[in-house]
């Protein structure tokens, strides 16, 4: 009942091969890549409609579309680095 019986100690800041397998499960390579597609389709389309209309000047309705892209392009790039590249940082599992 002594230190030999404890199983080892895990480094803080480190991921568990359990934990990485889990994580790989959701394929967040993939959920990453559908949405920098979605983002770019959204983009496209939204440039169509707003061509349609004859709004291209600055207006609140290019800020919106510009932000939602800007959120799905940055959201899809953290998923493929951290499905790449996992740490704690960009995986954490809450037990």
Avoid: N, Y
């Amino acid at each position: 009942m002594g230190i030999e019986s404890q199983g080892p100690v895990r480094l803080i800041g480190k991921l568990t091969p359990v934990q990485v397998k889990i994580f790989q499960k959701v394929e967040p390579k993939a959920l990453g890549s559908v949405q920098i597609i979605i983002a770019v389709l959204c983009l496209c389309l939204s440039v169509c409609i707003l061509q349609i209309r004859d709004e291209i000047h600055f207006s609140p309705d290019l800020i919106v579309v510009v932000v939602i892209v800007v959120q799905l392009l940055g959201s899809g790039s953290i998923l493929i680095h951290a499905g790449r590249f996992p740490s704690l940082f960009w995986v954490s599992l809450k037990k």
